[in-house]
């Protein structure tokens, strides 16, 4: 059974920094591509960020691209985001996401096959 968990959320100030981790168990880790993804209170999920399956290939949307940095460990089949200098429109649910190498959840936008349930950020200015 593949289990996702993402971890790290919570309330900050604006200009403050937090890391998000996501384990993921259930699957071969580095077999598989990895993002991000948030969702703002009544709107649609959108794509922060994605990472190859050996971390060549990575990806920031317009709005997050010099604040937020993507990594991942394939040894420990862990996910992370470090956001820095948080503004208060990051507020929303995190989402970390999986899909098989190749598929083209990076390169292409398609969906990706498993989810995790979410993590609240908070941002107050």
């Known amino acids: 059974q593949v289990q996702v968990v993402e971890s790290g959320g919570g309330s900050v100030q604006a200009g403050e920094s937090l890391e998000l981790s996501c384990t993921v168990s259930?699957?071969?880790?580095?077999?598989?591509?990895m993002a991000w993804f948030r969702q703002h209170h009544g709107q649609e999920r959108e794509k922060v960020s994605c990472?190859?399956?050996?971390?060549?290939?990575?990806t920031y949307s317009d709005s997050v691209k010099g604040r937020f940095t993507i990594s991942r460990d394939n040894a420990k089949n862990i996910l992370y985001l470090a956001m820095n200098n948080l503004k208060p429109e990051d507020s929303a649910m995190y989402y970390c996401?999986?899909?098989?190498?190749?598929?083209?959840?990076?390169?292409?936008?398609?969906?990706?096959?498993?989810w995790g349930q979410g993590t609240q950020v908070i941002v107050s200015s």
């Open positions: 259930g699957l071969t880790f580095r077999d598989y591509d």
């Open positions: 996401a999986a899909a098989k190498k190749g598929r083209g959840v990076c390169t292409q936008g398609t969906s990706p096959q498993y």
């Open positions: 990472i190859s399956w050996g971390s060549s290939y990575i």
